[in-house]
């Protein structure tokens, strides 16, 4: 009898031993830590919930994984795995790791899907009309004015390079090279990759056990799980129209991303007239239509930057007519309209979207 008390006795501190090196009898302290950063040529943030040490070993873990997305990701980085592909274009396919290969096979799918509105192979454009600087500030004011007046480019410079940006000149070879068939063809993933980005990290911190963090690439967000205290993460949708950032309307989310594409992003002034940097890859010319800005949210990242990239080229109606059959998706539109702006919005998001001016009305569809 005295033996199997002490059999029991000894279980229970064993598994009281293990309970507290795991943390389970007396919980570690749960808090969030947020850490700022620049990668992939924008301003991070990031804000992590978890116990002890855990959203420090997180928080390295993400901005490793970001700078090595930058590193292989970048147009401009000359010893990145897309300047690779671009140098080597007309040539032999080049060899890439798995993150290389999926965002460019991504890339390749919305292609098709949005029937070559997005299109990856625009880097020949964006090249010519370098139309890849951030808006100024009202602090730069008429320096910047100047810097961002250019010349028209000649037309037939524009159409010479059209025939490089047909997505067949891109080759796919399972499971790790990639080739551009033409000389002088160009990989520009600028409208995919943060939002790829955003969903590796937000599938690593789930991977860690993290039930909530919120994750800002410059506008690209994406929030995992809930708020600390359980309520939905409130994002603010930017306003167009103000110079300071100021959100127009706020949305309410749990494990989505809301990435915002607009025409406040970058833009050239020539001859007077605003040229934004959404190219119509069938013309090889700037877009000009109403849409402001073009906000998607899904659970995807990748998808989500891509489309909001996309339906600033589609302009309203033809967005429109891409969410009717896709009702899982969520959309915010903003349009020019008078002096003013016209917010639209998928009907899913009702009762989640509210706007910062109780004067401005969103209309659901």
């Known amino acids: 009898m005295n033996k199997m008390r002490l059999s029991v006795a000894v279980g229970v501190l064993l598994i009281l031993a293990a309970a507290l090196a795991r943390g389970r009898l007396f919980p570690r302290e749960v808090h969030t830590l947020s850490r700022d950063g620049t ?10 919930t978890g116990e002890g040490k855990e959203p420090e070993k997180v928080l390295d873990e993400s901005f490793l994984l970001l700078d090595s997305l930058n590193d292989q990701l970048s147009l ?18 080049e060899a890439v790791s798995p993150d290389v290969f999926a965002v460019i096979e991504d890339a390749r799918s919305i292609c098709a899907l949005t029937d070559g509105v997005f299109n990856p192979l625009v880097g020949p454009l964006t090249k010519l009309w370098k139309i890849n600087r951030q808006m100024p500030s009202d602090a ?13 480019p000649d037309p037939a410079s524009v159409d010479e390079l059209l025939p490089l940006t047909q997505v067949e000149n891109l080759e796919m070879l399972s499971p790790d090279r990639v080739r551009l068939r033409r000389k002088g063809c160009m990989l520009d993933l600028g409208g995919i990759a943060k939002g790829y980005a955003s969903l590796r990290l937000a599938n690593l911190f789930r991977a860690r056990g993290v039930r909530s963090a919120l994750i800002d690439l410059g506008g690209n967000v ?22 300071r950032g100021a959100p127009i309307a706020v949305l309410s989310v749990t494990d989505a991303a809301v990435v915002t594409s607009g025409t406040y992003e970058r833009f050239k002034i020539i001859d007077g007239v605003r040229y934004s940097h959404f190219f119509d890859p069938s013309t090889g010319y700037p877009v ?36 009717e059959d896709r009702p899982e998706l969520g959309a915010i539109l903003i349009l020019e309209e008078d002096e003013g702006v016209k917010i639209l919005a ?17 209309h659901f569809f």
Do not use: C, H
């Open 140 to 152: 730069e004011s008429a320096d910047a004015d100047a810097r961002m007046r250019f010349r028209l």
């Open 222 to 243: 994406y929030a995992v799980g809930s708020q600390p205290g359980g309520a939905p993460w409130n994002i603010g949708i930017r306003n167009p129209k103000d110079t």
């Open 288 to 323: 000009r239509n109403a849409m402001l800005s073009a906000t998607l949210v899904t659970p995807d990242g990748t998808l989500a930057d891509a489309l909001a990239t996309a339906f600033m080229v589609m302009g309203a109606d033809r967005a429109f007519k891409f969410l």
């Open 76 to 93: 401009f980085q000359k010893d990145s795995a897309i300047a690779r592909i671009n140098d080597a274009a007309g040539a032999e396919p």
């Open 346 to 362: 998928t009907r899913n998001l009702e009762g989640r979207l509210r706007t910062t001016d109780p004067s401005l009305t969103v």
């Open 39 to 48: 990668s992939m040529n924008t301003m991070i943030r990031i804000s992590v």
